[in-house]
């Protein structure tokens, strides 16, 4: 006891294991009672015992073991980790307890085998009891078979698999042991209850004996369906169905139905082991076929016959065995080989089954020929061979065979013909007998029926009568409008004898169709059809098959597609239910006609039909119509009324308003009355006569259109263009042509015959009237919406020229929707006609292939080339398949019977050469093109030898292979490929190759397929393999597909799957499935395209959503077609959009519409802060990644569906690209509406965007692109920040995209990083940006670098980081890439940072290999710039964000949009303008820095300038051809050509070659010349005159400064820019069109060529700066006067502020400006005053008067006031009205400068003038009294400007100065530039030197001797030039001040419009608010708190700061505003001054 008392203490699972039996049965017990009591099924408790279970069940101890089981059953029963044990227990058991000797034991292991089935683990427990049957031991096989029956009889044959059971039956019933051979006696009569006959054939070959006592069994079994009794956990509502049926008395008939449900039919073929013929045949068969003798060949085909008696055969390569029968059966001379050979066929059909389907279109077509047999037993054969063959494909892929041979002269051929269709169709349902495939068939049959021979006419009669039956009155009434009500009756009677062979289902359909068609079948086919019949009908349909056949509207489910699919002709044919019958009425007699017209028409009327008075002709006109007006519909007599019009005179009517009169009356009786065909055919031929008329011309379309809506389009359309193309008239072609264009989108495509209609365009392309041409291309385009690209097949051999023409149309189209067809819907209203509309429209792509032209290829495809194809040499291998690819090239579109060639290509698959495999692939590709969706054929022979090739290790073989496979894929839809067991096949075979490049094709297919063939399971254990294979790709596609797979097949059947896999290996496939649940995409909405394009109300709607996937399973051509590029663009998803666009307003009950109300983006409070919150935890993946996987789009998925609206967030993450532009529609539709909402779910946008950069298609790409401009553009105004998170899951996608290989994209990402800029800090970006330059990407590298220098340019060096070194070291190193346009864009940087930042750069960039420093310095040299201090940020974003409505200004790019001053015209421009226009074309914005700084490659839009080797890449410039698109889309089409052409000729004037550009400027002046031609150039005037000063540029900075360069070819180039500009000024209106930027910049290109002295050295120079002076003159007058205005004030502000401009400059354009003032009084009233004025509010704001004062010239403060006055004398008080665009008019000094003026012009006219001479006279006094010292002063500076009298005037002024001591030279010094008072000055010092004897100085000054020379006369002559003293007299310059009083007091000046100043203004007014001169400390804490406002303008700060420390500019540093005018006046010099 002392032992016991031990482990009673132990703890139970301690004593379940103990080694004493007593405990372990003690253990048990409790364990049972434990078990018994625990009711958590998930408690901890039973993890404990799972690795004991096994033990209870096998203790070595009897006892103990019974207590174990016990125990054991109730732990399976309650825990739910139970079903881990099930493999290890279940063996146990049957090892271990099957075979005790008590039978207690082997209850209780038969109960526990039977929880174990409950609990889900029938599989496991099954392969155990299975295994078990091969014990040696008898007992336990009897157990084993006994559960295995208990299983089957209480859960029944859905959970306990009979295929395997059945398979070791026989080997049971052969047992020595009598119980095993009577308990497999029982287990088959209890499988016979279940599956019945179908266990016969399985069992055909067991003991004699046996058999018959099983038949005995059998014959007793209940005729009751047998039912499950006992149910699976997952079951449990089944079970309660169940109990309560039991409970209420079991009746049988109540549960008859759910048996029906429960019980699965099971197809005996399936039980049955397939046998491997093919080694089995004679080694001699093929030899013996072909012997002479028939008996030999008898002898082989028995031998073959007795193989394929095997019910079941294996797969595998059957095709040389059919190739052989089929050319017994085709030309065997002795017929009872035929039918030998015809059993042989039908038997392998029967053995194989779908695997057979890829050899029936060859045997069809032999079989059906054959039928002109008459002998009764080869007829028969025959029938049961291709009936055979008729359930192993389908009957979509046989029908082009079929119907090949209807028309057959053979009546014999075309009785059996119709005969085998009539019992194909039996086998159809609605859904595969769609419309496409009944259409051709019907039409077939209906000729047969009006056959002469009986027996035709009677099996067509049957034929139509199985359609109509199949398919419904719906579907094929349409076809059967033409036939006869007797014929009609006929085929009705048929259709009601037909009802047998479906409604009975299975056995009826076999019998009916044995009695009818097969008198004496064999007992093996009548098996094997039998069953397959049972399986077809029952497969297909199930029980609700009965419905559609009693009554076509039956339920739902199955009714609707019969009508859908049987739409017809569109919703059009379906509205004349009634009408159908009279559309055609007969054609009545003249005089009835008068009859039945008087007797609705008063009789004046009809007396003045034909009156020779046009006024009574046109009042009879008048009564006609109101008489018609006021008819009832139904007594209108439409065919008298139209005879009566057409009475003479008729459609000769010559007066036009009779005609008009009569073409209305005409269309109001088709609109009212009813209109039938033969009433048309009267008028038609006149409107058609009348359509080119001018006058008439509208009215008849209107009447067509209006004969259109009631007798249909088609049939109108086809009649119109006949007659129109039956007559001579182009003026009618082309209004026929417009018209028909029009009428398509009116009524959509429906029932158009396309083939009938091409002929015509065909002809019309080839008229010679171009209006005739234009007509038919614009109709073709028309076409193309609805047709797609198929359409440009009838075209291809058209001319180039016109081809190119119908391409750009075709082009326009592109991505177009089809429009919603608004005329001849509205008949018929509800959803049935809307739908076969849609219906329709997909199907015209198809159609359209099918009418195409197909060649016969196979008596090509000779025996000699398919041997060739198969010889040893390769080489003529290669030759064989070079003949193929020139047959096919030259048939182009190929019927699919090809002979012997699939076979021969087959076999060039796996040939030794790759080279020849892949030109097989080629050809294979071709091949699908030429025969189209009839390719689906051959998928089986040809299609899956493909795959197998992309098993190639050679990958450019794999490339092509699926390049080939998807090129056929794209024809035949997936459905062949999915069908079958070949796919399985491939994916077994273990080459990593063939299973990554198949999962990764099947991944992309399955998500766009609606539904998939069953067989797509088989591929699942497979793909379960290659989860687990040891090559990461294969995982990879493989985890990649899984999804896809589950999609289609849910995710039951995927786990039920797993149950074969080894239980560590189910593990982890579940754990991948269940993540893949996760992630499973939905299917391809059907159901939304149906609802969405209901017409009627919510009934239909519920029909609708089934209607739509059943139609589209039939026909598989529409199965793939989410294909953009195929005739449903227009149709399914993206037409649904746009039609149910147009019905939101009538249709309020559906639900999509109202969902599509409201807002897009729902704000979640705090949302966004979760999500990053979450992404910080690293409780979501963060957004990082190099291609986007599928579960990064899963989780943005789920976190957008909180905050955006579910319809739009499936229209984002739609399959389908379209779906995508419209998202991106609504959200560019949402944006300004919804600012609060899309900011709220920014991050998300900005991730859904970037996973749109990961789309192949530009067309997303761009819209993406568009929207992220206009969002930018949002947030920069709504002055949002991103946040850390947006920018890093964002910015590096974007920067991706700056390398893409489109210039288009990459200017709009530049755009958009510029934009960012504003919403996110710069020194942010710029780590971002160092990011990209690290890309493999060459393009991405440059681009990177150059943003990278304009950020530096914009913001300084501050916004380097992490340091400036670092990033400067990083950036050269790119100097030195193996990428050209790298090395450069590195270059360009760091010259730009050396401009910004000076020598320094050296140090920063450390050691550079000795290359690039000397690249980098020659460049540095090249660009010739001046370091200066770091510019100023020039848009200081904030105040001028709150300026500009437009955001372009916040675009605009530093260094890349254009030069500065234009940058600041650009950004007036928009600064609050309603009617802003862009200074500049955008595709003709200039990189201007760029070109400034690197004369090497000159950067702009334009086609690229680069300075050398230009020869080579411009060809002369005479091309007519233009080289170059168009450059404005909005030129209309005539003038696309020219406009091209002259973009491109302006694009070469800023050439860098002298000659191109002189040739280029000759071709313009030609142009300019010619009075009519000048006109073209319209459009083109600022694009010219911008390359004209890009010219200038070049020619002043570059050409000017070669040495090598002639000087002779630069003024022949000045010459020929100036005499084209000249001609250009004169011509008023296109002066007009040049804008003030362009304007601006043109003025000052011409100014510094005036000023360049290097021009006046040349021999001619003095001729080109006098022609300049004329140009100039022109410019000012010719230019629109407020643009000219606008632009000179911009210059001159410029000019004054630009400390490196010469005063001269600025003189210049005060002259301009004076000159402007002289022509106001004519041109004050063509001026936009607001304009003019708010650039003077500007000019004045930028200097005011204090700081003017300040200037060393007091001209230009006189010019403004000059202006100003000179506007306010000619305007008067109302000036005051025109100072609108001035923002704060308080602010300005301009108001209250104007009116002081007013106010004293009131007082006294001319006071103001006063008060400005005493201003003026107060200076003129202090010099009066030197009136005469300052003459002879100014003699000598005259002396000294003068180039002969310097030294001499120098001389003099020397002696005057030592004469007069105290003498001011000052005011002379004053007003000329630095440069030349310092010149001055030296030559006084060397005088004194000289004079004094000191000798000469050293030249320390660093001004050569020589260099004065050349210099001074520049600095001078234009003094005198600039005060304009024009008669050479010596006049002082109080003279000039006199004259200057007076012309001011003469003069004002006018207003202009201001087109672009803001962020000059808001830049110096934001420092300068407080006062004018603040000191330097206000400046800095100015900055101090800028800085901390926002990080952003830290940059803009910090430089100013360094301006000031760096001590530049110390004249002005006493005021902030100073300051900042400094670094612009630095930035502006740089930007101007030339590189001298």
Known sequence: MGDDSEW??????????????????????EALKLFQKIDDEKSPEWSKYLGLIKKFVTDSNAVAQLKGLEAALAYVENAHVAGKTTGEVVSGVVNKVFNQPKARAKELGIDMCLMYIEIEKGEPVQEELLKGLDNKNPKIIVACIETLRKALSEFGSKIISLKPIIKVLPKLFESREKAVRDEAKLLAVEIYRWIRDALRPPLQNINSVQLKE?????????????????????????????????????????????GDEVVPQVDAYE??????????????????????????????????????????????????????????????????????????????????????????????PTILEKFKEKKPQVVQALQEAIDAIFLTTTLQNISEDVLAVMDNKNPTIKQQTSLFIARSFR??????????????????????????????????????????KVAGEK?????????????????????????????????????????????GKTPVVSGAAGDKDTKETSAKSGPPKKAPVVKPGGPPKKGKPAATAGMGGAGTKGKKGPETKEIFESELSIEVCEEKAAAVLPASCIQQLDSGNWKERLACMEEFQKAVELMEKNEMPCQALVRMLAKKPGWKETNFQVMQMKLHIVALIAQKGNFSKTSAQIVLDGLVDKIGDVKCGSNAKEAMTAIAEACQLPWTAEQVMAMAFSQKNPKNQSETLNWLSNAIKEFGFSGLNVKAFISNVKTALAATNPAVRTSAITLLGV???????????????????????????????????????????????????DDGEEEEQEDVGSDVVDLLPRADISEKITSELVSKIGDKNWKIRKEGLDEVASIINDAKFIQPNLGELPAALKSRLNDSNKILVQQTLSILQQLAIAVGPNIRQHVKNLGIPIIT?????????????????????????????????????????????????????????????????????????????????????????????LPFFMMHLGFEKMAKATGKLKPTSKDQVLTMLEKAKANMPAKPAAPAKASSRMAGGAAPAKFQSTSAPTDDSGSSTMEYKPDPKKAKAGGAASKAKGIQGKKVPSKPNLKEDEDKSGPVFIIVPNGKEQRMRDEKGLKVLKWNFTTPRDEYIEQLKTQMSSCVARWLQDEMFHADFQHHNKALTVMIEHLESEKDGIISCLDLILKWLTLRFFETNTSVLMK????????????????????????????????????????????????????????????????????????????????????????????????????????????????????????????????????????????????????????????????????????????????????????????????????????????????????????VPREFQLDLDEIENDNGTVRCEMPTLVQHKLDDIFEPVLIPEPKIRAVSPHFDDMHSNTASTINFVISQVASGDINTSIQALAQIDEVLRQEDKAEAMSGHIDQFLIATFMQLRLIYNTHMADEKLDKDEIVKLYSCIIGNMISLFQIESLAREASTGVLKDLMHGLITLMLDSRVEDLEEGQQVIRSVNLLVVKVLEKSDQTNILSALLVLLQDSLLATASSPKFSELVMKCLWRMVRLLPETINSINLDRILLDIHVFMKVFPKEKLKQCKSEFPIRTLKTLLHTLCKLKGPKILDHLTMIDNKNESELEAHLCRVMKHSMDQTGSKADKDTEKGASHIDEKASKAKVNDILAEIFKKIGSKENTKEGLAELYEYKKKYSDADIEPFLKNSSQFFQSYVERGLRLIEMEREGKGRIPSSTGISPQMEVTCVPTSTSTVSSSIGNTNGEEVGPSVYLERLKILRQRCGLDNAKQEDRAPLTSLLSKPAVPTVASSTDMLHSKLSQLRESREQYQHLDLDSNQTHSSGIGTTTSSSSTAANIDDLKKRLERIKSSRK
Not at 327 to 339: I, P, R, W
């Open 8 to 29: 009673m203490k132990l703890p139970i699972d301690q004593k379940c294991e103990h080694k004493l039996w007593k405990a372990r049965l003690n253990g048990y017990e």
């Open 214 to 258: 099983l038949e005995e069994e059998w014959v007793k079994v209940q005729p009751a369906a047998p039912k499950q009794t006992r149910f699976l956990r997952s079951q449990q509502e089944l079970k309660a169905k169940f109990e309560q049926q039991q409970a209420a008395g079991g009746d049988a008939d109540g549960g008859g139905d759910d």
């Open 271 to 364: 039980l049955l082991e397939a046998v491997e013929i093919l080694s089995k045949l004679p080694k001699d068969f093929y030899d013996k076929i072909e012997a002479k003798k028939w008996q030999e060949r008898k002898e082989a085909l028995e031998a073959v016959e007795i193989l394929v008696k095997n019910p079941k055969l294996e797969a595998g390569d059957y095709a040389d065995l059919v190739r052989v029968l089929k050319k017994v059966v085709g030309k065997d001379t002795n017929v009872m080989l035929v039918a030998l050979a015809a059993k042989c066929l039908a038997g392998l059909a029967t053995g194989l089954r779908k695997k057979f389907g890829q050899y029936a279109g060859h045997v069809v």
């Open 427 to 468: 086998h159809c349902t609605p859904s595969t007998l769609p419309k496409n495939l009944l259409k051709p068939f019907c039409a077939a049959l209906l000729k047969h029926i009006n056959d002469s021979a009986p027996e035709v006419r009677d099996a067509a009669f049957e034929a139509l009568g199985t359609a109509l």
């Open 475 to 519: 579907a094929v009434n349409p076809f059967l409008t033409d036939v006869d009500k007797l014929k009609l009756d006929r085929i009705k009677e048929c259709a009601e004898k037909v009802e047998l062979a479906c409604g009975k289902k299975a056995g009826g359909a076999a019998d009916k169709k044995e009695g009818k068609t097969l008198p």
């Open 783 to 833: 076409m193309y919406l609805y047709v797609g690209p198929p359409l440009r097949m009838f075209f291809e051999d058209e001319k180039p020229a016109l081809l190119s023409q119908i391409d750009a149309e075709f082009e326009k189209m592109q991505g177009q929707t089809t429009p919603a067809p608004t005329r001849g819907v509205s008949r018929h209203s509800g959803g049935n006609g």
């Open 949 to 1041: 090739v992309l098993g190639d290790s050679k990958n450019n073989v794999r490339a092509t292979a699926l390049a080939t496979v998807n090129a056929w894929a794209e024809q035949t839809g997936m459905k062949e490929w999915l069908e079958g067991e070949d796919l399985s096949e491939e994916l077994k075979k273990e080459n990593p190759f063939l299973r990554q490049e198949l999962l990764g094709w099947l991944a992309e297919k399955l998500p766009t397929l609606r539904s998939v063939p069953s067989d797509l399971l088989l591929c699942v254990p497979h793909l379960y393999s290659c989860l687990e294979d040891r090559n990461g790709d294969v995982r990879k596609k493989a985890q990649d597909a």
């Open 1264 to 1479: 993406a692109l568009e929207y992220l401009k206009l969002l930018f553009t949002l947030l920069s105004q709504e002055e949002y920040h991103l946040t850390e998170n947006e920018a890093s899951s964002f910015i590096p996608y974007l920067i991706l995209k700056v390398g893409e290989p489109k210039d288009v994209v990459r200017k709009d990402v530049r755009a958009i990083l510029n934009r960012m800029c504003l919403i996110y800090p710069a020194s942010k970006m710029f780590t971002f940006l160092m990011e990209g330059t690290k890309s493999k990407n060459s393009k991405q590298r440059a681009e990177c670098l150059e943003e990278l220098g304009c950020l530096v340019e914009s913001y300084g060096m501050n916004v380097c980081q992490p340091t400036p070194g670092k990033a400067l070291k990083e950036m050269a190193a790119h100097i030195g890439d193996r990428d050209n346009t790298v090395r450069n864009a590195a270059l360009n940087t760091i010259v730009t940072v050396y401009n910004v930042h000076g020598d320094q750069v050296f140090k920063l960039i450390g050691n550079l290999s000795e290359k690039d420093m000397s690249m980098l310095e020659e460049r540095i040299k090249r660009s010739a710039k001046r370091p200066a201090a770091a510019p100023a940020r020039q848009v200081e974003e904030k105040p001028q964000r709150l300026q500009t409505t437009s955001a372009n200004t916040s675009m605009l790019r530093k260094g890349s949009a254009e030069d500065m001053s234009s940058k600041l015209s650009q950004a007036r421009n928009m600064s609050g303008h309603s009617e802003t226009m862009h200074a």
